[in-house]
């Protein structure tokens, strides 16, 4: 089955600074890969996602990038904000197309 | 309501009882997924229904663990003779589409402590 490695499991920045957070997938055949934002005791929120058909897509301060050949994909965050605060996980559709395989988590601190 | 609703929100059981947990989907959404979260890590695939069919269960750790959706809405998921390691957070997602690529959104998640 699919199995989804995300890296580093935490990321302190400085606000302003630039953030980036790096899965890698091992199922060829994943063709989804969203990215989901958890605050603390709360549900997974959809922040972007990417299909494999692209290799890059953008929402403001959130871009996605995807490597199929490398099978890896990342997240990156420009200016930081201290609300950016939160655990970022990184997930992948298997080839069966329905569930979610996800990452381990980033948690990510935003210093004010 | 607009998003995923589930419920109770947390629920505290002794070992040994049964448990069920709702899950309310997105109106028009014909798929629905069950997902559990340990403390601290990402949340793993328990079940999958299309409308009231459940196409794979391959992720439900053990035949105390039962999950329904009869009517192709409300989804059920039921825990027999509860143990310690049962506890965690149970989300319901829910997308629109039966195909793949399609957004999965959650709901805030049942948190389940059992005693």
């Known amino acids: 089955g699919e199995n989804v490695e995300q890296h580093p499991s935490t990321l302190s920045v400085q606000e302003g600074d630039s953030a980036v957070i790096k899965c890698t997938y091992s199922d060829s055949a994943s063709n989804y890969f969203p990215w989901y934002k958890q605050e603390l005791g709360k549900r997974p929120q959809l922040i972007i996602d990417?299909?494999?058909?692209?290799g890059e897509k953008k929402d403001q301060r959130i871009a996605v990038t995807l490597n199929k050949t490398a099978k890896h994909f990342s997240l990156h965050i420009t200016e930081t904000q201290p609300e950016d605060s939160a655990v970022y996980f990184c997930?992948?559709?298997?080839?069966?197309?329905?569930?979610?395989?996800f990452g381990g988590g980033t948690r990510l601190m935003v210093k004010p | 309501g607009a998003g995923v609703s589930q419920s109770p929100r947390y629920k505290v059981a002794k070992r040994g009882q049964d448990v069920a947990l709702r899950c309310d989907p997105i109106?028009?959404?014909?798929?629905l997924f069950w997902y559990q979260q340990a403390l601290g890590q990402g949340p793993e695939f328990l079940t999958y229904?299309?409308?009231?069919?459940?196409?794979?269960k391959s992720g439900l750790p053990s035949d105390r663990f039962f999950a329904e959706r009869p009517e192709g809405s409300v989804s059920t998921l039921k825990i027999q003779r509860t143990q310690q390691e049962d506890s965690a957070v149970y989300l319901c997602?829910?997308?629109?589409?039966?195909?793949?690529?399609?957004?999965?959104?959650f709901g805030d998640g049942t948190r389940l402590s059992i005693l």
């Open positions: 229904f299309q409308n009231e069919a459940q196409l794979d």
């Open positions: 109106s028009g959404h014909v798929s």
């Open positions: 997930a992948a559709i298997n080839n069966a197309g329905n569930m979610l395989t």
């Open positions: 990417i299909r494999s058909n692209v």
């Open positions: 997602a829910s997308s629109l589409a039966m195909n793949s690529n399609q957004p999965q959104h």
